[in-house]
């Protein structure tokens, strides 16, 4: 068995454990509280005449308060028991639900959860806990709110509604989870495996705003005139019946012979109408698959999904109809609308190295590019050549994602804390990594590109 393994079954079977931190500091303050109140008086001393007073009325305050407590902890014994009682018997489970809400120009991810029946202990709490992936687990969440019948007072239920915090923007793969009984001072946490499972995903989020001055290439309606004309899909594409006034030399003669009918071709027109941006953004990288396992490459990966997120939030203001051509295939539910498609598709996007530049983007409808750092340059330059000046590509510069101030992050490092989240440890050594002089000569690379092509081009 390796050892992240058995760290992990011995983190997963800690839950059950029922006492906490705080059982240990509240054992250790009855004890010194009664030495306290049971000391005998020093020799030689004359005792006050208001001692025993105090003395009394001390035990009566720490009589009352073990009694307060006693009576959380003896509550959150019976609400786990009973608990225990509708999961074994009526088959209650924790039931979870996630939702995507925008709140001050930032998606953020919400958990809304509840219980069937389930009795909060007195003055105590009941907490959920999911676990996803390969054995991670979230910060514990609340289920506080009580759920009443329709038409009645009685309670149904307990729930609790609470933003979740992950580190990747990602698909998540959830395993199960654990709700757990607390009384008042969390002395105890009595744990209930839960069998959950089913997929979520954490959306990107707003970067800066970017103003992209576009026009779309692509005319599938007649609504918005355009400066440039655009090519309408014509000739070896359509086919339409033989009417009089055709020009006999586009009768398909081939379609005549199977089946004795006359149609003719479509010709390619030019028509000053467009209305729709094509807007293309690249995960194709040619690094080692095994790289992108490394955090290095997934904070760049999230990186990169803001800024790609933050073009297509920007574009979609825009007064043309917008259409994501992902580079990655995935099932997505009809009923979403289309920036909901899109977030969920660019958030399970991945580092790919199957879909090349040159295969995927369009250089005769796509009007809106996205690359990275880690962009092939080759494949790079062999589609800017076939492109105009109509067509807009966006350098996401993914170095930029460990840019910091060196000095400040050292003495606040000296002083506090060392960092916990991954991407502020990884800052702290981006300078001396052997991964940032390979990138940063990737970003020459592109830029020179860019800077020799006719595009129009941005970096984010």
Not at 274 to 283: C, G, I, K, P, V
Not at 368 to 386: H, M, Q, R, W
Request: net charge positive; proline share 4%.
């Amino acid at each position: 068995m390796k050892w992240t393994e058995i760290k992990w079954r011995a983190r997963y079977y800690a839950q059950y454990f029922p006492f906490t931190l705080h059982s240990v500091v509240c054992a250790a303050a009855v004890w010194w509280g009664i030495r306290l109140l049971h000391a005998p008086a020093a020799k030689g001393d004359t005792p006050s005449a208001l001692l025993p007073f105090i003395l009394v009325m001390g035990q009566v305050i720490f009589l009352f308060f073990l009694a307060l407590v006693t009576i959380s902890v003896l509550s959150t014994f019976y609400s786990y028991l009973y608990y225990l009682y509708l999961f074994n018997v009526r088959g209650v489970r924790l039931e979870v639900r996630f939702a995507t809400e925008m709140k001050k120009g930032t998606n953020r991810l919400y958990l809304t959860a509840n219980i069937q029946g389930v009795i909060r202990p007195l003055l105590g709490f009941v907490k959920g806990r999911l676990f996803y992936d390969d054995h991670r687990f979230t910060d514990r969440f609340g289920l506080l709110s009580d759920k009443r019948k329709e038409h009645s007072l009685r309670r149904s239920g307990i729930g609790g509604k609470s933003r979740i915090y992950l580190p990747d923007i990602k698909e998540y793969d959830l395993k199960g989870g654990f709700v757990y009984f607390e009384d008042m001072l969390h002395l105890v946490s009595l744990a209930v495996s839960q069998p959950l499972s089913g997929h979520f995903h954490k959306p990107p989020e707003l970067q800066e705003s970017v103003s992209p001055d576009v026009q779309p290439r692509k005319t599938e309606q007649m609504d918005v005139r355009v400066e440039q004309m655009r090519r309408v899909e014509g000739e070896y594409l359509n086919y339409k019946d033989f009417e009089a006034g055709d020009d006999v030399r586009r009768i398909v003669w081939s379609v005549y012979a199977r089946n004795r009918e006359l149609v003719v071709r479509t010709p390619e027109l030019f028509e000053p109408f467009a209305s729709h941006l094509y807007f293309y953004a690249s995960f194709h990288t040619s690094v080692p698959a095994k790289w992108a396992q490394d955090g290095y490459f997934k904070e760049m990966l999230n990186y990169y999904k803001n800024h790609v997120w933050t073009v297509y939030d920007a574009l979609s203001k825009k007064e043309f109809n917008l259409r994501y051509v992902p580079d990655q295939q995935f099932t997505v539910p009809d009923h979403l609308s289309d920036a909901e498609k899109a977030a969920g598709i660019i958030s399970r996007s991945t580092w790919q190295a199957d879909a090349g530049l040159q295969g995927y983007f369009s250089t005769r409808y796509g009007t809106v590019l996205c690359i990275s750092s880690l962009t092939d340059a080759a494949e790079l330059e062999a589609v800017l050549d076939k492109c105009d000046g109509s067509v807009v590509v966006y350098f996401v510069v993914l170095s930029t994602a460990f840019r910091h101030l060196l000095a400040y992050s050292l003495l606040k490092r000296l002083i506090f804390l060392p960092p916990k989240d991954r991407l502020s440890r990884l800052r702290n050594r981006w300078m001396f990594s052997p991964v940032r002089a390979q990138i940063r000569k990737k970003e020459k690379e592109i830029r020179e590109l860019l800077e020799k092509s006719s595009v129009s081009w941005a970096e984010l």
